[in-house]
Nanobody, 119 residues
């Protein structure tokens, strides 16, 4: 069983929107902070957004603040990333990662979903 599975990626024109989902299984989802990251070809991972266990606190990277919104539904074991005003430079593999509040590093990440932004 794969603990984190992303979905919702695809192709979108510049200025468009997508909503990504990260579905968790096999662990107590509400016990973990959740994060979204992305990795473009030839580049290292870029952290985008984080949300705390209860879903009432969020934080964003400067590159996506005001355009992306992270949220979670603990009842459905799912985290989301709503992306708006997408740009070609947002093209990347997007993945979610969990972090135990007692530790500073992610210990599980999903395999990712591809987002391509082009005309």
């Amino acid at each position: 069983e794969v603990p984190l599975v992303e979905s919702g990626g695809g192709w979108v024109q510049p200025g468009g929107s997508l909503r990504l989902s990260c579905t968790a299984s096999g662990f107590t989802f509400s016990h973990y902070h959740m994060n979204w990251l992305r990795q473009a070809p030839g580049k290292g991972p870029e952290w985008l957004a984080g949300i705390n266990t209860g879903g009432d606190r969020t934080i964003y990277a400067h590159s996506v603040k005001g355009r992306f919104t992270i949220s979670r539904d603990n009842g459905n074991n799912t985290a989301y990333l709503q992306m708006t005003r997408l740009k070609p430079e947002d093209t990347a593999l997007y993945f979610c990662a969990r972090r135990d509040p007692n530790y500073s590093d992610y210990d599980v990440r999903g395999q990712g979903t591809q987002v391509t932004v082009s005309a």
